[in-house]
């Protein structure tokens, strides 16, 4: 499967932003798709992760409260809402699939996006 990550840009303290990705393929619903995050100087981390069907979610702290993962399979897309950003949210964002559910919350899904860059002014 191909990832294509968008909807990053520059967005000020307490903005809103929605990042999307979209899949190739017609088996986008049999994969766990994840969004994770790479902050300069720091290694990337998992943000959020769902499952196929879309009935089970997971956020990790940097996620819980303010972000919210979803998926339309019809589209092929999952996306990341973010809400209420703040500066330290600066990262490129990547979206990661894999068949199974271990891979993505441990931060080794199969197959990875290119990237998109969140940006947050003070």
């Known amino acids: 499967v191909q990832l294509q990550a968008f909807g990053g840009g520059l967005v000020q303290a307490g903005d809103s932003l929605r990042v999307s990705c979209a899949a190739s393929?017609?088996?986008?619903?049999?994969?766990?798709m994840g969004w994770f995050r790479q902050a300069p100087g720091k290694e990337r981390e998992l943000v959020a992760a769902i499952s196929g069907s879309a009935v089970r979610t997971y956020y990790t702290d940097t996620g819980k409260g303010r972000f919210t993962i979803s998926r339309d399979n019809a589209k092929n897309t999952v996306d990341l809402q973010m809400n209420m950003l703040k500066p330290e949210d600066t990262a490129v964002y990547y979206c990661?699939?894999?068949?199974?559910?271990?891979?993505?919350?441990?931060?080794?899904?199969?197959?990875w996006g290119q990237g998109t860059q969140v940006t947050v002014s003070s």
């Open positions: 990661a699939a894999d068949p199974n559910w271990l891979p993505i919350v441990k931060g080794y899904g199969r197959y």
């Open positions: 393929g017609r088996t986008f619903s049999s994969y766990v």
